[in-house]
């Protein structure tokens, strides 16, 4: 007889990672899905349909069905799932995992069931739900049970979640739309605006990581991009460098730091006494950003730690759980 499976799942609206129980992660991809627009069928999902966004022909439409952290095309998003299920071979209708599965913090109780329907319908036999933030602490090895207070901030692709936790609860958090795609986005717009030259969010993307940095400390060096110039409509090659991807983001940056700073006011006095002591912990792709320790350490003046597999923190944290159910038990939504 099968054994039943045990998975927990990071549906993020840039990635989705899966663990397995005994195995780790066994599934990391992008969070895309190329549909045909004419019979409606899913063609790709993950890193294959990823290379088709921007580039597709007519029929075919790749997109992300996840939206500032929540589910914007449901049946997308369950089909999504139900491949990623086939890609680790299981999902089968006698073979369906038991499912744990991260909702960001402060959803309303219609995006939530969204989560969970979502689950059940790509083929879970059942489906637990925990708040993201409380994953992503764990993940970051972060001691949540105990009554002292702990800071995560999880910069993703669509949000930033700042959470202070204690006592296996979250005892102050706020979320903020502007996380790693804007940073794209607003590197696009500089571009164009600096230089007169029209790039695509991909290439954004791809200077973000290669060259970005936040702080003057953590400037590397420059590099060459292709893109088109609006003048003359032809193709032109450009010179970026750190400093202008710090010109570039400095406004999105900034608030993100303020977000993080409103949510320390929040705070109860003692929990931020604690925070002093340990600082306040990095996870999700953005904490990868060059710079940003120094630059949150200079505004807070708090120590800030970046988690150790920052991309991975989340499904690491359920993974944890899923291993030692004890860690999970206050942290599980009761319904
Ligand atoms: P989500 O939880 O929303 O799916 P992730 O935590 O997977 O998001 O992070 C995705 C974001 O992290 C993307 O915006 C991506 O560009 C960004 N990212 C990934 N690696 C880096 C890096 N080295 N430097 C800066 N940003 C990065
Ligand atoms: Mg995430």
Redesign the pocket.
Known sequence: MAMNKQIGI?L????TLFFMKGKGIVLREP?VVAKNSVTGKVVSVGSDAKKMLGKTPGTIAAFKPLKDGVIADFDVTTQMIHQFFRKINTGGFFDRPSVIICIPYGVTEVEKKAFEDAAYDAMSKSVDLVEEPMAAAIGAGLRISGPRGNMIVDI????TEVAVISLDGIVAARSLRT???E??EAIVNYVRRQYGVAIGTSTG?EL??KI?SVHPSADIEETEIRGRDLRTGLPSVLRLTSADMRYAMEEQIEKIVDCIKHTLEGTPPELSADIFDRGITLA???A??RGLPNLINERTGLRVNVAKRP?DCVALGLGMGIEEPRLLRHVVLRR
Do not use: I, R, V, Y
């Open positions: 990071d993020g609206t840039t990635n969070s993703g692709g669509g949000t996380a790693g795609d940073l794209d993307e973000k990581k970005g999700g792709g953005g990868l950003l991309l």
